[in-house]
């Protein structure tokens, strides 16, 4: 719990309870998560020690963008508990005046019992004293039960709240519990591993995309974040290939620094309205800037609830009742008789207090007068921010009715006459450029009274087929870039990104002139892959981590899918499965496949399919050893080129793919000791095969035959033999 969050609880209690309760969630999440991993590989136990170790390593930081919501959460429900109290005193309070106000009739009765021979129930001023304690207690029990209910409503919808905020915590947390649990495992997995390296791992449960788990490039993070501090407004695109983590990327950059900047996440429907979209958009920021404090949550909480006026009215007027019916009381108890202490004395005069009492108590919780008092005080810019959210919520949700009304009505025992004249105005729909408008003002007055900024992220553009509809949707919000407050993040194609850092050739487009700049995130180093799979998967070799990292190319998503791959491959055996195994099972089924849909895409476009790639493929089918493998693939490889690639230019490319896997074949399919996996590492010979192969990946999609030339030279410095393609036509 950070200082800012815990200045807003009230007491040390409070403090040390929260504390308490973050650090039971950390445990249990701690303790889910190794009832999940009991089925460590190989001779890897999961032992207190692990335990204490992960335990050590595991904060809530890991999950801001959960940990937040339940913050808040907890500060609503504490300030239910705080009314609550409040309310149960006042009630208790209600309940000892009407007890006190009963004791005192019986004993005022009992006295004045004693006195006479006969009880004086026939006197008008007994009769009355009576009638009164019981009207006077029906009264308390009233207001004790109406005082109740409204409050009651509350705690139970925060606790709510509560509850749905913790789920979420917890399963962020047992998420991360499982990460650094795999981190701890896999080193010491890494200090007791055997002769030869092999795959143990039976169970990869969190191999697969996670929020919370972090996986963003440092780099680009810092990029995005340094270009966003350094000046008051920017529209910043975010380009990359799918799978990159681009989503990740804005995800993070809008939860670095929550106390300055407010997060606004929104992905792009790939079919959309301009206005639809843009009230939707305008939405989400009053939203946004509601829920990034207590006073916001309070009133998103309070918004569908009845209004409270009505309460408010009907308590000062129980309390104006009984204030009157005091003086009435103590007035009667004046002018009769001639004791000086009269029998509606006491009755009286607890009626006025009580009433007093109800007033005082009505307005120090009514939200009028809390508003009233801020704005006296010079309301500070969290009250001025939910009070600016709050207008254009009621703005955008609801439709305003205005009525005037002049009525002149003549009534007589025989005869009325009646002359009224109504009009209604109804406030219609905004268009789109008065909702720019508006949206450009509502920004401008949030900036001018609140230090914090905007960060807008706008995901899923690059999803967009058409690239007409990704240029028509950056038209549309241009009026919008380049406010004074706000920051956009929009994700981009990887065509956009090219023709944005082409700007100085006469070759420009709506996204040049739109964004201030379109960063790259760049793909995984093999560090960031290492580091990755370590987190989340005990017993994968690190050898087969830098297999995995060639494979994908760096891209994050694919990465997870190879692996998540190669778990399956030792999930099949019966016993530890050496690197050499699972390559040679990955680089076969993969080849196979790339093969058939090269096949299928050639006869679904009408193209013909020659009969020596069909023999080779079969050929490809058949080998059951690495080394087979390996030539085999070259052999597809190499009539692709000679017989395809002439007639379907996309050929190229598969056999560019194709040469990328018997290079990975042949060095990673050799069985090889860990310490030998250590020295070409120290070497660098293992780390530089895979960034090779990675980067040749890149190039394929530029240009095949350079990926290929890059292949070549790596297997010729390596002493693998090179390909020898088949002149182009030779059938």
């Known amino acids: 719990m950070n200082d800012q969050n815990a200045a807003q609880l009230s007491g040390l209690a409070e403090r040390r309870r929260l504390v308490e309760e973050e650090r039971g969630l950390l445990d249990r999440a701690l303790a889910k998560a190794a009832d999940l991993m009991d089925t460590t590989p190989g001779h890897l136990v999961l032992d207190d020690a692990v335990r204490e170790e992960a335990r050590a390593r595991l904060s809530m930081d890991?999950?801001?963008?959960?940990?937040?919501?339940?913050?808040?959460?907890?500060?609503?429900?504490?300030?239910?508990?705080?009314?609550?109290?409040?309310?149960?005193?006042?009630?208790?309070?209600?309940?000892?005046?009407?007890?006190?106000?009963?004791?005192?009739?019986?004993?005022?009765?009992?006295?004045?019992?004693?006195?006479?021979?006969?009880?004086?129930?026939?006197?008008?001023?007994?009769?009355?004293?009576?009638?009164?304690?019981?009207?006077?207690?029906?009264?308390?029990?009233?207001?004790?039960?109406?005082?109740?209910?409204?409050?009651?409503?509350?705690?139970?919808?925060?606790?709510?709240?509560?509850?749905?905020?913790?789920?979420?915590?917890?399963?962020?947390?047992?998420?991360?519990?499982?990460?650094?649990?795999?981190?701890?495992?896999?080193?010491?997995?890494?200090?007791?591993?055997?002769?030869?390296?092999?795959?143990?791992?039976?169970?990869?449960?969190?191999?697969?995309?996670?929020?919370?788990?972090?996986?963003?490039?440092?780099?680009?993070?810092?990029?995005?974040?340094?270009f966003i501090e350094e000046h008051r407004t920017s529209a910043i695109g975010i380009s990359g290939t799918r799978g990159i983590g681009k989503t990740t990327l804005m995800?993070?950059?809008?939860?670095?620094?929550?106390?300055?900047?407010?997060?606004?996440?929104l992905p792009v429907p790939v079919h959309y309205a301009a206005p639809e979209f843009f009230r939707t958009l305008f939405r989400e920021?009053?939203?946004?800037?509601?829920?990034?404090?207590?006073?916001?949550?309070e009133y998103l909480?309070?918004?569908?609830?009845?209004?409270?006026?009505?309460?408010?009215?009907?308590?000062?007027?129980?309390?104006?009742?009984?204030?009157?019916?005091?003086?009435?009381?103590?007035?009667?108890?004046?002018?009769?008789?001639?004791?000086?202490?009269?029998?509606?004395?006491?009755?009286?005069?607890?009626?006025i207090l009580m009433g007093l009492g109800i007033m005082v108590v009505t307005a120090l919780s009514s939200s009028v007068v809390h508003r009233a008092i801020r704005e006296s005080l010079g309301p500070t810019y969290v009250q001025q921010d939910v009070s600016l959210a709050a207008q254009i919520l009621q703005n955008l949700d609801y439709s305003a009715t205005h009525q005037k009304l002049s009525k002149n009505v003549l009534a007589m025992k025989i005869l009325t006459v009646e002359d009224q004249d109504q009009l209604e105005l109804a406030e219609r729909e905004l268009t789109h450029p008065e909702l720019v408008l508006k949206f450009r003002d509502f920004i401008s007055?949030?900036?001018?009274?609140?230090?914090?900024?905007?960060i807008i992220a706008l995901d899923e553009l690059d999803k967009m087929e058409d690239g007409e509809d990704a240029l028509a949707f950056v038209n549309s919000i241009k009026d919008l870039l380049h406010i004074q407050g706000v920051h956009f993040l929009v994700s981009v194609s990887e065509d956009a990104l090219h023709n944005f850092s082409l700007r100085g050739v006469p070759l420009r487009d709506v996204f040049d002139s739109s964004f201030d700049s379109i960063i790259p995130v760049q793909r995984f180093t093999i560090e960031e892959s290492t580091h990755l799979l370590q987190s989340r998967v005990v017993g994968f070799p690190e050898c087969l981590a830098l297999f995995c990292h060639a494979m994908s190319g760096g891209v994050p998503r694919d990465l997870i899918r190879v692996a998540r791959q190669c778990v399956g491959v030792r999930r099949v055996g019966e016993a530890a499965v050496p690197v050499d195994k699972v390559v040679w099972s990955i680089l076969s089924r993969q080849a196979v496949l790339v093969c058939e849909a090269l096949a299928a895409k050639m006869q679904q476009e009408q193209q013909r399919v020659p009969a020596r790639f069909l023999e080779a493929v079969?050929?490809?089918?058949t080998v059951r050893d690495l080394a087979s493998l390996t030539a085999a693939v070259d052999e597809?490889?190499?009539?692709?080129?000679?017989?395809?690639?002439?007639?379907?230019?996309?050929?190229?490319?598969?056999?560019?793919?194709?040469?990328?896997?018997?290079?990975?074949?042949?060095?990673?399919?050799?069985?090889?000791?860990?310490?030998?996996?250590?020295?070409?590492?120290?070497l660098r010979v293992s780390p530089r095969v895979a960034e090779s192969v990675a980067g040749a990946l890149e190039l394929i999609r530029f240009e095949s035959d350079t990926a290929a030339s890059v292949l070549d030279s790596l297997r010729a410095e390596l002493g693998f033999p090179r390909q020898d393609f088949l002149p182009t036509g030779n059938q």
């Open 445 to 454: 007055t949030f900036v001018r009274t609140s230090p914090r900024e905007i």
């Open 251 to 265: 995800r993070a950059v809008q939860s670095m620094d929550p106390a300055n900047y407010i997060g606004v996440y």
């Open 636 to 682: 597809v490889a190499r009539r692709i080129r000679g017989c395809v690639q002439e007639d379907y230019p996309l050929a190229g490319n598969a056999a560019a793919y194709l040469s990328c896997l018997s290079t990975l074949g042949a060095y990673f399919g050799v069985s090889r000791t860990n310490e030998e996996w250590e020295r070409e590492k120290a």
């Open 618 to 621: 079969l050929d490809l089918k």
């Open 285 to 297: 920021v009053a939203t946004s800037i509601l829920k990034s404090n207590s006073e916001g949550m």
């Open 62 to 226: 890991s999950v801001r963008e959960q940990h937040r919501p339940w913050l808040e959460a907890n500060l609503l429900q504490a300030a239910a508990r705080r009314s609550l109290r409040g309310r149960m005193a006042v009630r208790v309070t209600l309940g000892a005046l009407s007890l006190l106000t009963v004791v005192a009739g019986g004993v005022y009765t009992g006295i004045a019992a004693k006195d006479a021979v006969v009880l004086p129930l026939y006197n008008r001023e007994y009769v009355l004293f009576a009638i009164t304690v019981g009207v006077l207690s029906v009264l308390l029990a009233v207001v004790a039960v109406v005082w109740k209910l409204p409050v009651r409503v509350v705690a139970q919808q925060a606790a709510a709240r509560l509850g749905h905020a913790e789920d979420r915590l917890f399963l962020a947390l047992r998420a991360e519990a499982e990460s650094v649990l795999s981190s701890v495992l896999n080193e010491r997995w890494a200090l007791s591993k055997g002769e030869i390296a092999v795959l143990e791992s039976l169970d990869a449960p969190i191999l697969v995309e996670l929020e919370t788990v972090k996986s963003v490039p440092s780099t680009s993070l810092r990029e995005v974040f340094d």
């Open 301 to 351: 909480a309070r918004q569908n609830r009845v209004v409270r006026q009505g309460i408010e009215l009907a308590r000062f007027a129980v309390g104006g009742f009984f204030v009157l019916g005091g003086a009435v009381l103590i007035s009667y108890a004046r002018s009769a008789g001639s004791f000086p202490v009269k029998p509606m004395d006491v009755p009286g005069l607890l009626l």
